[in-house]
C-alpha cells in the first residue's frame, strides 16, 4: 500500500518539485552572478552630495490612520529628520516629508512633533466624503488625493521632484538616504525600486512569521532584475520612487474591477506605466529600505493573501485593457503567464509542502533501504539529484533572506546565528503557512470570490492582537 501510494504521488510531485525549482533557480542566478546590483554599497556624504544637482525628493508616507500606526509613522520620519539634521541649510532646499492620512488626529500629531524640524514635514487629510472621478478605493484614494493636491501647487517644487514612496513602518536610515539621492541626481528613469529587509521588531514577530520574512529578501534579487528589463512582473508600493511628473500625469486613480476596489495599487500602477510609455522608464535603485515583519501568521496569512489576489485583479484588469492590447503579442505573453506562472508556483508551495512532510520520510527511507540492500531505488539517482538540488536552492534562499533580514536586527553575533538557524529548521511549516494563503487566494479567485478591503498589516503587537479577536 505504502509502495502504491509513493508510486502515485511521486510523479506528481516530482513535476510540482520542478516547477516551483525552475522559479527558484532565476532568484538564484540573479543572486549569483549580479549580487553586485542588488544593493549599492559605496558610502555618500553629503560633501558629496552638494556638489551634484540634487532633485527634490519628498518622502511619501500614505496610511488610514489605523490604531498604533501613528508611532511607527513617526519612527520612519525621525531618520529623515536625522539626515537634515547633518545640514540643515542644505537638506532643507530639496528634501521634505508627506503623511497622507485619514487620521486628522493622527496629522496633528506628526506637525506638532516635527514643527521645528530641519526640513518640512506636512500631513494631509483625507477628507470622508473624498472619492476620485473613477470611484477608486482603498489606498488607491489616498495616493490619488496627494496628486490631486500636488497638481494644485500643495508642496510644488519649480525642478525635477521624485516621490517616495514608504509604507507606515518603513525605514531608510540616514546612509541609504544620502546613497538614493545620489542615484537620483544622475539618472533619466521615472519609476525606480531598491531592497527590502525585515529586521524591525524582529524578535517581537513570531518564529514562523520571521521565517516567511526570509523568503523575501532573495525574491527581491528577481525584484532587481525585473526593474532592470522593465517589465513589472513585480512592484512593491514601499520604495518605490516615481518622477513627480509622470505620477501627476498618471495619478492612482485606477478605479475598480467588476465593482470591486483594487487591494495592489502598486502593480496596477506598474502596469498602467508599462502599457503607456513602455520598459524605458524603470530601473533599480539598489538603496536599502528596512521593514517589520507580521507579528502573528494570522497577519502574516492575510498579508499574502492581499498581495496575490491583488496581483490576480491586477493583470485581468491588464488584460481588458485597450492600450494591453496594443502591446506586441510576445510582451502581452510574456507578462500574463509570467504573472500566472509565478502565482501557480506560490501557491503550488502548499500542495507541494503538505505532501512532502508526508511523503518525503518515507521515500528517504526506501533510499537508504535500496542503497543498504542493494536494491533499485524509488527513482533514479539523476532525479533524486535534481531534487537535492532544488531542496539546497530552497534551504539556502531561507538561509540568505534570514541573513540579510537579521544583519540590520541589532543582535549579537551568537544570536544572529541563532535565528538563522531558527528560520531555516521551521521553513517547511513556514513555507506551507505562507504558501497556503497564495493558494486560497487563487482558489477564491477562481471561485468567483472578489470582494477586498483595506486592513493594513498591524503595526505593533497590541494592534495585531486586537485585531485577531476582532477576527480581522
Not at 531608510?172 to 525606480?192: A, H, N, W, Y
Request: proline letters at 4%; glycine letters at 8%; a positive charge.
Amino acid at each position: 500500500m505504502i509502495d502504491s501510494a509513493l508510486m502515485t504521488l511521486g510523479p506528481f510531485l516530482f513535476v510540482a518539485v520542478s516547477v516551483i525549482g525552475v522559479r527558484m533557480a532565476g532568484y538564484w542566478l540573479s543572486f549569483v552572478f549580479f549580487w553586485r546590483r542588488y544593493r549599492r554599497r559605496e558610502a555618500v556624504t553629503t560633501t558629496e552630495l552638494r556638489g551634484l544637482d540634487v532633485p527634490f525628493v519628498k518622502i511619501q508616507i500614505t496610511t488610514r490612520g489605523s490604531d498604533g500606526s501613528t508611532g511607527v509613522i513617526l519612527r520612519g520620519i525621525r531618520n529623515v529628520v536625522e539626515l537634515g539634521r547633518e545640514d540643515p541649510a542644505f537638506y532643507r532646499r530639496f528634501l521634505s516629508v508627506e503623511v497622507v492620512t485619514e487620521s486628522a488626529d493622527q496629522a496633528e500629531t506628526v506637525r506638532r512633533v516635527f514643527h521645528d524640524a530641519p526640513i518640512a514635514v506636512d500631513a494631509l487629510v483625507i477628507p470622508a466624503n473624498y472619492e476620485t472621478p473613477a470611484g477608486t478605493g482603498l489606498k488607491a484614494r489616498g495616493l490619488h488625493y496627494a496628486v490631486e493636491n500636488r497638481r494644485g501647487l500643495w508642496n510644488r517644487k519649480s525642478g525635477r521632484t521624485f516621490i517616495v514612496h514608504y509604507d507606515e513602518e518603513s525605514v531608510m536610515v540616514p546612509e541609504e538616504l544620502r546613497k538614493l539621492m545620489k542615484i537620483l541626481s544622475g539618472t533619466s528613469k521615472q519609476v525606480l525600486e531598491g531592497p527590502i529587509f525585515y529586521p524591525l521588531e524582529y524578535l517581537r514577530a513570531s518564529v514562523l512569521c520571521r521565517s516567511m520574512e526570509a523568503n523575501r529578501p532573495i525574491g527581491c534579487y528577481e525584484c532587481r532584475h525585473v526593474m532592470e528589463s522593465g517589465v513589472p512582473l513585480h512592484l512593491h508600493g514601499s520604495n518605490l520612487v516615481v518622477d513627480e511628473a509622470l505620477e501627476n500625469e498618471l495619478g492612482w486613480d485606477i478605479g475598480s474591477l467588476d465593482g470591486q476596489p483594487f487591494i495592489a495599487e502598486d502593480y496596477v500602477f506598474g502596469m498602467n506605466a508599462f502599457t503607456k510609455y513602455g520598459r524605458d522608464i524603470f530601473d533599480w535603485h539598489g538603496c536599502l529600505m528596512l521593514e517589520q515583519p507580521p507579528f502573528s501568521v494570522h497577519s502574516a496569512f492575510k498579508q499574502r493573501y492581499r498581495w496575490i489576489f491583488g496581483v490576480l485583479q491586477g493583470i485581468t484588469a491588464a488584460a481588458r485593457s485597450s492600450l494591453f492590447r496594443t502591446l506586441p503579442l510576445r510582451t502581452r505573453t510574456g507578462l500574463l503567464w509570467g504573472t500566472r506562472f509565478r502565482i501557480t508556483t506560490f501557491a503550488l508551495g502548499a500542495i507541494v509542502g503538505t505532501l512532502s512532510l508526508l511523503v518525503v520520510p518515507l521515500f528517504v527511507a526506501r533510499a537508504i533501504a535500496a542503497l543498504i540492500l542493494d536494491d533499485v531505488p524509488l527513482i533514479p539517482e539523476a532525479a533524486s539529484l535534481w531534487l537535492a538540488v532544488i531542496g539546497a536552492m530552497w534551504l539556502g534562499s531561507v538561509f540568505v533572506g534570514a541573513w540579510h533580514n537579521v544583519a540590520d536586527a541589532g543582535l549579537d553575533r551568537w544570536t544572529r546565528a541563532a535565528e538563522i538557524a531558527r528560520a531555516v529548521a521551521v521553513a517547511p511549516i513556514a513555507g506551507i503557512c505562507e504558501s497556503s494563503a497564495a493558494l486560497w487566494a487563487v482558489v477564491g479567485w477562481v471561485s468567483g470570490k472578489r470582494g477586498v478591503a483595506w486592513i493594513p498589516t498591524p503595526k505593533t503587537k497590541q494592534a495585531d492582537l486586537a485585531s485577531i479577536r476582532n477576527g480581522e
